[in-house]
């Protein structure tokens, strides 16, 4: 798996539109394989997706990014780990060890659910006031409703 | 206890605001945040305090050119800079910020302060107002436009031919199909033809078609522009240019409404629009013999007159705007406009070659300028060093001082001629007289009246 994060004085990139800089790091299950920084030269959204894809990036881990540039990180097939903040190093320690959902990592603002891309597939949003919450599926009082498990 | 009800106090006095402010430490942690910033930015106050600014911010300026950064380093504020900022949900916000460096009671630097605005409404209204001055494609605020915009629909809705006057790239074309667009006629071609660009031949066979065997290698026929454009729209671009032998087979078409293709028997009966342009006077050449007066009549039915670009000045940050955000599209840059003293250079031309001018210069400057401002640099090498020349404009100045400079570049442009400044200063020739009897508002000379000189074209 490669991973690329945005970097700026060793913490992460707050804003990944405007990231100059990004660390790729391949990964061979928990054990780090490969490692290079990459320049981000160009503001326009479309070559920064082809600079990760050309990688061959799979997830993205990043702070803020805008709505058009993550659709097309979403449609290229890199995985997005948004909202994301603190030094680059334990970033990419909690990403190993699956603890990226733990507060230190969110962005103030950010609800919880945050965005999580699925490959090619569309992300979660931040939602204001917190994540949503899937109404329980429980029969109605009348009997109307889904059916009980099993049934 | 005192502190407590100074800080409370502080905090009611801040939430009152409505701009966002919010204040850091020398580490660039947050330590205050007001009631606006959490609107603004979508972030609790509880959540903010004691994090990085960045990660609370999350404005493009961040990384490149932190303004809280540059505050600190110079000891200068920065004021209204346009950024934007990223919520949680990845919406951009356009804001203007503003910074200043906090001190304590012994001068230290303990830290700094950010206000900023949230522009969204502003950038909307802005949105909104661009609409009003755009009309299919053309851009213009000033009067002349507003006018002519006006009229388009009530000239395309007629059937009339149409004259359109106005000097090389003013945009006669964009006009034109603006009028075959809005017209009955939109669904039909519409058939453009430079009738300047091609000797009488050429016009001829474009124009009427010929049959096969009409001439050497005429080997099947071939429709013209007049067939091609059958119920639609034939726009003729500079008319006053044809021979006098194609005026009179234009004046049959417009007379009779048929043509004759090379080497045909019989006419062919068309119905379509004509939409002829020119960059000539018309009038002039009329009078000195040069254009038919039966066919000046003929096509001079409705006229529209474009103005050329240096007497719509008020038009120029518009159409930059509007270039700005087309290139950007198809170059996918980022650049976000222009600096005050490029902005000063291209209000400053003369633009000999109108809209198109503008429209190079700005597609050059893509060239030069990466993202960002286009700078001074980025303008071709003949404008900077017209500004160098010309940029009186330094900081300290006042209103009326300004002022004066611009009106006398307006009469040393139109050499004096009052009537001819106040029209491209956009006020009435008694309001330009007025201020030129005030104190300080002309250099002596550039308002005395001269000889009238015509401009060329």
Known sequence: MIVAIPTLEERVSPVFDVARCVMVVELDGEREVRRQTLALHSP???????????????????????????????????????????????????????????????????????????????????RPGGPRRRRARRRNADGTGPKAAGA | MKK?????????????????????????????????????????????????????????????ECALKSTRRTGRPVVSKAVYILKADGERIPISISTAVLRDE??????????????????????????????????GRSPAMQRLFELLPQVADSTSTVLIEGESGTGKELVARAIHNLSPRAKRRF?????????????????????????????????????????GTLFLDEIGDVSAAMQTRLLRVLQERVYEPLGAIEPVAVDVRIVAATHRDLDEMVRAGRFREDLYYRVNVVRLRLPPLR?????????????????????????????????????AHDYPGNVRELENIIEHAFVLCRAGLIEPQHLPPALQAAGKVSRRFKTGLTLREVEAIHINDALRRHRGNRAAAARELGVNASTLFRKLQKPGGAVPGASAPRARSKRPG
């Open chain 2, 106 to 139: 012994r001068g230290r630097v303990i830290g700094g302060v950010e206000t900023f605005r949230d522009l969204s409404q502003v950038e909307e209204l802005r949105k909104e107002l661009e609409g009003r001055y755009t009309f299919a494609d053309i851009v």
């Open chain 1, 44 to 126: 326009d959204p479309t070559r920064r997706v082809a600079a990760l894809t050309e990688q061959a990036v799979n997830v993205l881990i990043c702070g803020a990014v805008s709505r058009p540039l993550e659709a097309l990180l979403s449609a290229a097939g890199v995985r997005v780990i948004s909202q994301t903040c603190g030094p680059v190093e334990d970033v990419l320690r909690g990403f190993i060890a699956g603890r990226l959902s733990d507060g230190a990592f969110l962005m103030p603002g950010c609800c919880g659910g945050r965005r999580q891309c699925r490959r090619g597939g569309p992300g979660l949003r931040c």
């Open chain 2, 191 to 231: 058939v453009a033809l430079n009738c300047g660009a091609l000797p009488d031949t050429l016009l001829e066979s474009e124009l009427f078609g010929y049959k096969a065997g009409a001439f050497t290698d005429a080997r099947r026929d071939k429709p013209g522009r007049l067939a091609l454009a059958h119920r």
């Open chain 2, 311 to 347: 007497e719509r000045r008020e038009d120029i940050p518009l159409l930059i705007e509007r270039f700005i955000t087309r290139f950007n599209r198809v170059q996918n840059k980022d650049i976000v406009g222009l600096s005050d003293g490029a902005m000063a250079i291209l209000m």
């Open chain 2, 4 to 64: 407590t009800a100074a800080a409370n106090t502080h905090q009611v006095i801040l939430d009152s605001i409505a701009d966002g402010v919010f204040t850091v430490d020398l580490n660039w942690r947050i330590t205050s945040f007001n009631a606006a910033a959490e609107r603004i930015t979508g972030v609790k106050r509880a959540e903010a305090i004691g994090r990085h600014c960045c990660d609370v911010f999350r404005a493009s300026c961040c990384e490149t």
